[in-house]
Nanobody, 123 residues
Framework: QVSVVESGGGSVQAGGSLRLSCTVS????????MAWFRQPPGKEREGVAV???????QYADSVQGRFTIAKDTAKFTVYLQMNSLKSEDTAMYYC?????????????????WGQGTQVTVAS
């Protein structure tokens, strides 16, 4: 059974940094993608960043240059380093996993989800 667990959320002042972690267990696909999504209050869930098994990455325009996604394959862990945080980055952040061969930030394509971790940025 696949388990996805996020950690690292919290509150920070605008301009600050946070690092989110996501540990996956029970997942053995050779071709996979791990992604971070977020859902601001009262808004729909949106893709933030994705990383493939080969290390390729893709980012939403809103976070390009500020956020970095990385993975530690040995630890089955994916990270999201968030710098220069803005109040509009405030959201529940979710980690998700999927198998496949095409990179995507569409939430409907992801099979496994964590429970989420809250990020609050005070202006």
């Amino acid at each position: 059974q696949v388990s996805v667990v996020e950690s690292g959320g919290g509150s920070v002042q605008a301009g600050g940094s946070l690092r989110l972690s996501c540990t996956v267990s029970g997942y053995t696909a050779s071709s996979y993608y791990m992604a971070w999504f977020r859902q601001p209050p009262g808004k729909e869930r949106e893709g933030v960043a994705v990383i493939g098994a080969d290390g390729a990455t893709q980012y939403a325009d809103s976070v390009q240059g500020r956020f970095t996604i990385a993975k530690d394959t040995a630890k089955f862990t994916v990270y999201l380093q968030m710098n220069s945080l803005k109040s509009e980055d405030t959201a529940m952040y979710y980690c998700a996993a999927r198998t496949g061969y095409l990179m995507s930030l569409e939430s409907a394509k992801y099979n496994f989800w964590g429970q989420g971790t809250q990020v609050t940025v005070a202006s």
